[in-house]
């Protein structure tokens, strides 16, 4: 898929996805993004880079470490993420703020404007990567530094089914190349061509509990990146869709729902 395409899909599916996505993964993803922002390490007063904001979940987080006095600015490719984020943000009065739809591999933004970056499972999505973090990179002030987490390897992911069964069912390919960068030593790599230094990188293991069925479907079509694809879906197929899904996990199947395990990958980097 040509990247102005990929980058097409992940907008609108995740303006699809904006209404679904903190009933489907807000406590899953909680110990994910807590740690990300405590590598991060803020203080009031800075200026924070934040993007893939999604509903600003992280974001409000981020607003609360750098007050008074600090800065936050979220961006998304999805308009209805970064309008449910801005509104979040409304609460925090004590910061500068800016919400901006805008494609993380273009931001944009002045050069050397930030004390730190943060991404919480963004980078995944990104048709180049590479050319994501380099924008971080180039924001950040000197000695700014950086924290993200993205997805780990897909044997450590056990809802990682859910891509070849939406693909075998409407021709999305809607991340391709989604567990790359989670995979061995890929992040620390890809991030050294984007000129970082000082990186450390952790694995975090992480069982994801779904109280029921309902809230795990929801979670894996309605909730996430294959969002906009599924709307394409009859309800014969989304039966057929959700059935394949459930038996995927039926391993992890906790009474009337699902532990499912998951892995994250955390790193923090300086720039020079």
Not at 45 to 63: F, H, M, P, W
Not at 150 to 173: L, Q, T
Request: aromatic content about 8%.
């Amino acid at each position: 898929m040509k990247p102005e395409l990929q980058i097409r899909v992940q907008r609108y599916g995740w303006d699809k996805a904006a209404a679904y996505y903190e009933q489907s993964w807000k406590e899953q993803l909680k110990p994910a993004q807590e740690r990300v922002l405590e590598l991060a390490d803020l203080k009031p007063g800075e200026a924070v880079l934040e993007t893939a904001c999604g509903t600003g979940l992280v974001t409000e987080k981020i607003a609360r470490a750098v007050a008074p006095g600090g800065r936050v600015i979220a961006t998304d490719l999805s308009g209805e993420m970064t309008q449910i984020t801005a509104d979040r943000l409304k609460k925090t009065s004590e910061i500068t703020s800016s919400v901006i739809r805008a494609d993380a591999e273009e931001l944009p933004l002045d050069e050397q404007t930030t004390d730190a970056a943060i991404c919480a499972l963004g980078i995944m999505y990104y048709p180049d990567p590479l050319k994501g973090l380099k924008e971080m990179h180039r924001v950040l002030k000197p000695g700014g530094r950086t924290a993200v987490v993205i997805w780990g390897e897909r044997r450590n992911c056990g809802w990682a089914d859910i891509f070849p069964i939406v693909d075998k069912r409407v021709a999305s390919d809607v991340c391709p190349m989604f567990f790359q960068q989670g995979t061995g030593d890929t992040l620390e790599k890809t991030m050294q061509l984007a000129g970082f230094e000082d990186i450390r990188c952790e694995r975090k293991k992480q069982v994801l509990n779904f109280k029921d069925e309902e809230t795990t479907v929801m979670a894996a079509f309605s909730g996430g990146p294959v969002a906009l694809a599924y709307q394409k879906f009859d309800e014969e197929t989304k039966q057929g869709a959700h059935q394949e899904y459930l038996e995927s996990i039926s391993s992890f199947r906790n009474g009337s729902g699902y532990s499912i395990p998951g892995e994250f990958v955390l790193a923090t980097a300086r720039k020079t």
